[in-house]
């Protein structure tokens, strides 16, 4: 039971590539998150999906794009990375509304 | 605004000495509450969860809620240095959309002194 997992771990872009990165969670559970942690900012929602085939905005969702494409999996997408991108991503996952979250071993970007 | 406030820290402790953090939020009708223990390079573990007034035990570790003020708070008994970490509240809140997400503090760094 490997929980959440997060590819890559660790990236490094140059200011305005693209990549995804990715998220699997095999608990069978509805709700995924992602979440950007910054020095002092504390843990950041960018974007979730409350269940198969919904996604909707967090409190920081600009430069970002996600998809929902199973139950299983949910991506995030940056189509042009900038600097303030830099950050620790961690995907999440719940099995309901109210209950606690699960993470991914997070993926460490640096955007130069 | 939903926001979650915990004082950063860094908080220190004597080994075996009791540890208390605390937490404020300002949803009012917020129903269900978490402290997670982050260590320095990894991911957000969860170590209690709390959903009623008053306090719940779990080994070291007690949680006390308190919704009239808004105020929850981890105490951590007989503190070890392994307890070092940072210690994250999470709070169910209502978001933008309507949706209940989780909100986090920003985190108190918690050092116990050998």
């Known amino acids: 039971n490997a929980g959440v997992t997060q590819t890559p771990k660790f990236q490094v872009l140059k200011t305005g590539q693209s990549m995804t990165l990715q998220c699997a969670q095999d608990?069978?559970?509805?709700?995924m998150y992602w979440y950007r942690q910054d020095p002092g900012m504390g843990l950041r929602l960018i974007y979730y999906?409350?269940?198969?085939?919904?996604?909707d905005k967090g409190e920081v969702p600009n430069g970002y794009n996600v998809s929902r494409l199973n139950k299983r999996e949910f991506s995030l997408r940056l189509e042009s990375a900038a600097p303030s991108q830099t950050s620790v991503y961690f995907c999440?996952?719940?099995?309901?509304?109210?209950?606690?979250?699960?993470f991914g071993q997070g993926t460490r970007l640096t955007v130069v | 605004q939903k926001e979650v406030e915990q004082n950063s820290g860094p908080l220190s402790v004597p080994e075996g000495a009791i540890a208390s953090l605390n937490c404020t939020y300002s949803?009012?009708?917020?129903?269900?509450f978490f402290w997670y223990r982050q260590y320095s390079g990894k991911s957000p573990e969860l170590i209690m969860s709390?959903?009623?007034?008053g306090d719940k035990e779990d080994g070291r570790f007690t949680a006390q809620l308190n919704k009239a003020s808004q105020y929850v708070s981890l105490l951590i008994r007989d503190s070890q240095p392994s307890d070092s970490a940072t210690y994250l509240c999470?709070?169910?809140?209502?978001?933008?959309?309507?949706?209940?997400?989780?909100?986090f503090g920003t985190g108190t760094r918690l050092t116990v002194i050998p």
């Open positions: 608990m069978n559970h509805n709700s």
């Open positions: 949803d009012r009708g917020s129903q269900s």
């Open positions: 999470a709070v169910n809140m209502e978001g933008l959309t309507g949706a209940n997400n989780l909100f």
């Open positions: 999906s409350a269940s198969e085939g919904t996604t």
């Open positions: 709390i959903y009623s007034n």
């Open positions: 999440a996952s719940r099995p309901g509304h109210n209950t606690e979250a699960f």
